[in-house]
């Protein structure tokens, strides 16, 4: 549309509604709508801001007519005024009192005001020094500038020519020299207090006033002055020059901190009272001496930033000075009387009637906590290396105590006086000694079931006592649920948490005492790996040899003792891995902590438990690997020496010595032939397992029993019995190789003593090589056997095997026990090889009378030998081969308890 054409002109309007739509001329409509809204708000904007301008600038022009007025009225009435101090200084004297009465002339009245200046400044120093020794600082620098306005006054104002006056006083200029020098004695006596963290806030303002007036300076350089004196005074406190004790100079420091924030808020802040430095020039100026009284106060942003930036550098230097300090301090009693002393110090600063949250938010915009920026993480610190040391001093002791027992067990072999000797090397001589009168029963029946020797319980007792007195020492800082007297606190009324840091020390114990069996431990391991390397050396040495390998084997033996019993022994070593618990405590602790819904949850309690076990559980792995390491040393000896001595008489036994060795049981056989007329036959079985297989057998289980078959660890014991049945098979392997083909005779014994003590040993199904080979093995000598004669033989064999089992049980009971053949042998073996014998034979070692019905028990009197009714005819079929023993069919796992 054209610019300046009216809406409501009809030809406009019919063009507009001939040109669009309805829809369109709405929005046309909205649109002209919205922009005549626009310029309205437009208008009233632009008129309300220069209308607000309009009103400032009166405002502003009226004030600046206002504050012209009133500085040209003060500076009329500071000429009065100054006009006024000039009369009255030189004409009335220095307190400006005029006396009523007093009509004397001119002349006169000038001349008592010189005296009376001059006697005011004779009189200074000795005023002055008086006010120094009360500490009054500000009362001195008052007759300081005294006695300087006085000496002005003399030199420029007076009537009489100054030159005449000195020579009518010549004492004068001296009078000023013994007094000028106070100016600086005043300053450095007012810094000097400022540093004083023990005087009172007002002792502090009158000596920051003095140091105003004196240097003509401002409350905010006033403020960082005092500062700086308080951050020399604190570092003053670590000097070497300073007699007193390590907990006084920790209080001095806490005193320190917590003084210059009350100061602060006292003195140059706003508080209940007013600012106490402007209260104290007020007070000073209400004699009319020329002080400062209209001073500009610190700004709060400048006193926060200021504060902020001293707090930091404080702990800066108190970090490095406290540290120094603490190294003095060697025991946790004496860091807990410290940290007691602090939190007796600040609970007495609590007790101020402005609360120390609200004194911090004044001077410093936030909370401060005295002890835990200044002082608990270098205590911390301090603690951690005093339970270093001391854990490291128990490790080394137990180091000694470990070398001195072996050097005594070496020098007192062969002295049959010395019982710990003897006992250290054959623990079955003390398991079955008689009670001493040094331990109780209770305590030595312990020892004997855990077979722990006296030296190896003199050892840990003395490492144990140790313990506790670290323990006795930590307890001064770990945390008791209740104040002083059985009082709960509230955490309201302490300054800090006095036992926060509980968890912390629990942990640096738990560490500490894990550092130390570790340590122990690393000591074992490398004189076991001495012991190892001079094993090996004589192994291939001359056989005189065998006593010092002994000596040797059973130092060996001595260190793994220890260190499995070490645990046991130590309690107190395990309330330390357990962070100062003990383990059914834990257990109470984790399921009442379990939430509701899942405290029968096995799976949360055993997770929470492990959690606190974890160093406990640490420890014992590797005291048991130590262990286990210790005794495979006398594993492979033992095995090696008992299996050297079973090779050589294997290899050197033959048909005439076998058969004179063992013992063989006769069996009558009645047999009927084919026209079944009854005849009878006589065969031979073995009767018990060769000689010098029941001496090697026997003489293992001596060994066991030397070093305590009862407390053998299960690992120790399943190794143990792997090893030596390794060893042989590998004995009958090479005696087959060397061999070949032997008689039957020697083959039925080599076959039984091969299946007693592939039963005795009972390995693993699992082994498939070791299944293997004693199959091999057992197939050789079957084979060395007439197929005939081994069918009619083996059910007799397999009966007198289990005889033989049973037989030796007892005597063969450590191999029994770590082997877990017993099941076996009294279990699933009998039932499957039993035949027909009834049940009350099968538990029989004896030889049983035979026709006697009502003493089916009663055992034969003469020599072994049975009668066996067996229907086969004489000349038939032989029976088929039958089937070889498989020796993996019976085994079982082993079953092993260690105790």
Request: negative net charge.
């Amino acid at each position: 549309m054209a610019a300046g054409r009216v809406w409501d002109n009809e030809t406009d309007t019919n063009a507009l509604f001939q040109q669009h739509t309805v829809d369109d001329i709405r929005q046309i409509e909205r649109k002209t709508r919205m922009d005549i809204e626009r310029k309205k708000e437009d208008l009233r904007q632009m008129v309300g801001e220069r209308y607000h301008e309009l009103i400032d600038a009166a405002d502003t022009i009226a004030a600046m007519k206002v504050f012209a007025g009133n500085v040209v009225g003060y500076i009329e009435q500071m000429y009065g005024q100054c006009r006024e101090l000039k009369e009255t200084h030189q004409c009335r004297g220095m307190t400006g009192h005029v006396d009523p009465l007093d009509t004397k002339s001119e002349k006169t009245s000038g001349v008592l005001s010189l005296a009376n200046q001059l006697k005011m400044l004779f009189d200074t120093p000795e005023k002055v020094w008086s006010a120094l020794e009360t500490q009054q600082h500000l009362e001195a620098a008052r007759l300081y500038l005294q006695a300087q306005d006085i000496m002005t006054g003399l030199q420029t104002e007076s009537k009489i020519s100054y030159k005449h006056f000195l020579a009518s006083f010549p004492i004068l200029q001296r009078q000023w020299s013994s007094v000028s020098h106070f100016k600086s004695t005043i300053l450095q006596e007012s810094k000097l207090l400022l540093g004083n963290h023990r005087a009172s806030p007002e002792t502090t303002a009158h000596s920051l006033c003095a140091i105003l007036l004196l240097e003509n300076s401002t409350p905010r350089q006033a403020f960082t002055d005092f500062l700086v004196a308080r951050k020399a005074a604190l570092q003053g406190l670590f000097h070497s020059s300073r007699q007193s004790s390590v907990k006084s100079q920790v209080c001095d420091i806490v005193s320190m901190v917590t003084s210059t924030v009350r100061h602060i808020e006292a003195v140059f802040t706003h508080g209940e009272k007013g600012c106490l430095l402007l209260e104290v020039l007020r007070a000073s100026n209400e004699s009319n001496q020329p002080l400062v009284v209209s001073l500009p106060l610190v700004p709060h942003d400048l006193m926060h930033a200021n504060c902020a930036e001293w707090i930091s550098t404080c702990v800066q230097d108190v970090g490095d000075g406290l540290r120094k300090l603490l190294t003095f301090v060697n025991s946790v009693k004496g860091l807990a009387s410290i940290r007691d002393a602090v939190y007796s110090l600040l609970q007495q600063d609590s007790q101020c009637h402005i609360p120390w949250s609200a004194t911090c938010q004044s001077v410093l915009g936030r909370p401060l906590s005295v002890w835990d920026e200044f002082i608990k993480a270098l205590v911390l610190e301090q603690l951690q290396a005093i339970l270093h040391g001391q854990f490291l001093s128990v490790a080394n002791q137990g180091e000694k105590l470990l070398a001195s027992a072996l050097q005594q067990l070496t020098d007192n072999r062969g002295n049959t006086g010395n019982e710990d000797g003897s006992f250290d090397r054959d623990v079955a001589l003390f398991v079955w000694s008689e009670v001493t009168s040094s331990l109780t029963s209770c305590n030595s029946l312990g020892l004997r079931a855990r077979a722990c020797t006296p030296s190896a319980s003199r050892i840990c007792s003395n490492l144990d006592s140790q313990f506790g007195d670290i323990l006795k020492d930590a307890q001064h800082f770990l945390c008791t649920e209740k104040g002083e007297g059985g009082v709960t606190i509230s955490a309201q009324d302490v300054p800090f948490e006095k036992f926060s840091d509980t968890r912390d020390i629990q942990t640096a114990l738990q560490s500490s005492g894990s550092l130390s069996v570790t340590r122990v431990c690393l000591w074992v391991e490398h004189e076991l790996e001495n012991l190892e390397e001079i094993l090996r050396q004589a192994k291939a040495s001359s056989p005189d040899t065998a006593i010092e390998v002994e000596n040797h084997i059973d130092s060996c033996v001595f260190l793994g003792r220890c260190c499995h019993s070490v645990l046991e022994e130590c309690p107190n070593l395990q309330w330390i891995l357990l962070g100062g618990q003990t383990l059914d405590s834990i257990h109470h602790s984790s399921l009442r902590r379990a939430p509701r819904r899942v405290r029968g949850s096995k799976l949360v309690t055993d997770n929470s438990i492990a959690s606190l076990t974890s160093q406990l559980d640490e420890a014992r792995k590797r005291l048991n690997s130590v262990y286990v390491a210790a005794f495979r040393l006398w594993q492979e000896w033992a095995c090696g020496v008992l299996t050297d001595h079973l090779n050589h008489c294997l290899q050197s036994n033959d048909v005439v010595s076998m058969s004179n060795a063992t013992a063989w049981e006769s069996i009558k056989l009645s047999e009927e032939t084919e026209g079944g007329k009854p005849i009878q036959s006589t065969i031979e079985v073995p009767f018990q397992v060769s000689v010098f297989v029941m001496k090697f057998l026997f003489g293992l289980c001596q060994e066991i029993n030397r070093i305590s078959s009862h407390a053998l660890d299960r690992t120790v014991g399943q190794d143990l019995v792997r090893v030596v049945f390794e060893k042989v098979v590998s004995c009958y392997e090479r005696y087959h190789t060397r061999r070949g083909r032997i008689s039957q005779r020697l083959a039925v014994q080599n076959w039984f003593d091969v299946n007693f003590m592939c039963q005795l040993f009972n390995t693993s199904k699992d082994d498939q090589e070791m299944n293997s080979r004693t199959k091999s093995l057992t197939g050789w000598l079957e084979s060395c056997i007439d197929p005939f004669d081994l069918s009619v033989l083996e059910p007799f064999l397999q009966s007198n095997l289990t005889r033989q089992f049973q037989r030796c049980s007892v005597m063969l009971g450590p191999l029994v026990s770590l082997s877990g053949s017993a099941a076996v042998w009294y279990g699933g073996h009998e039932r499957k090889h039993g035949g027909s014998r009834s049940t009350q034979e099968q538990h029989n070692v004896l030889p049983l009378s035979q026709g006697i019905p009502r003493f089916t028990l009663l055992p034969h009197h003469s020599t072994p030998s049975r009668t066996v009714q067996r229907n086969q005819t004489l000349h038939g079929t032989r029976q088929p081969f039958a089937h070889s023993i498989s020796i993996a069919s019976y085994l079982k796992p082993s079953v092993y308890s260690a105790r």
